[in-house]
């Protein structure tokens, strides 16, 4: 059965400094990999996903994060966090062909100004 | 216009009552979903929904639970005889047939007193 697990629940970086959030997941076969955030008092966003081809995938808002199938991780990365990235990251996974999601524990990150 | 809308957004209710969660997805023929979020737990999956059945669903969603789609866009929820331990915040999610990325809904937040 397939499984997430993010290490940290609380991240608490100051503005302008790199982030790294991490994710590990387990499964037997392929997957597929998303991170969702949810700001205060608001619902779940997709963030960004990788569904195939490149590993290194990029959301919008210059956040990225890369598969990497041999440590079966897919770490969430922001070179500079500004104050309103501050709210819950979730990891999830989903099995090739399935149609539900496995989330991760959540990892808080607050940006200190 | 959001593509999933939730409703009610706060219920308080006594232990021992029904509940009824909303949701209005705006396309037809999708997977719809229900998952829930304890406060400080993970996002969990309860029950997905396709063709007017259920096509999966998780061993917290048992016989107090059920779900139906009575007119073909409302999407419920329902909740026989609610117990403390089903305060949560509950989000409902959608899908289009071959993708692979579910849009959630802001969630419900049901406190049982």
């Known amino acids: 059965a397939q499984s997430v697990t993010q290490l940290d629940s609380q991240v608490p970086v100051f503005e302008e400094a790199p982030v790294e959030l991490r994710c590990n997941y387990s499964?037997?076969?392929?997957?597929?990999l998303f991170w969702y955030v949810q700001y205060p008092n608001q619902g779940l966003q997709l963030l960004l996903k990788?569904?195939?081809?490149?590993?290194l995938v990029e959301s919008i808002n210059g956040f990225e994060a890369e598969f990497n199938k041999s440590q079966t991780s897919f770490h969430l990365r922001k070179p500079s966090v500004h104050i309103s990235d501050t709210a819950e990251y979730f990891c999830a996974v989903s099995e090739g062909g399935a149609q539900k999601l496995v989330f991760g524990q959540g990892t808080r990150l607050t940006i200190n100004p | 216009e959001p593509e999933v809308t939730q409703t009610p957004s706060h219920q308080v209710t006594q232990m021992g009552q029904e509940v009824i969660l909303h949701c209005v997805p705006i396309s037809n023929h999708l997977y719809f979903y229900w998952y829930r979020q304890i406060l400080g737990q993970k996002v969990e999956f309860l029950v997905s929904?396709?063709?007017?059945?259920?096509?999966?669903k998780s061993e917290i969603f048992d016989d107090q639970f059920s779900v139906e789609r009575p007119d073909g866009s409302n999407f419920t929820l329902k909740i026989r005889s609610t117990k403390l331990e089903d305060s949560a915040m509950y989000f409902c999610?959608?899908?289009?047939?071959?993708?692979?990325?579910?849009?959630f809904g802001a969630g419900s937040r049901l406190t049982v007193l």
């Open positions: 990788y569904l195939s081809g490149s590993t």
């Open positions: 499964s037997s076969v392929s997957v597929y």
């Open positions: 929904f396709y063709n007017n059945e259920i096509s999966e």
């Open positions: 999610a959608r899908k289009p047939s071959g993708a692979n990325v579910l849009t």
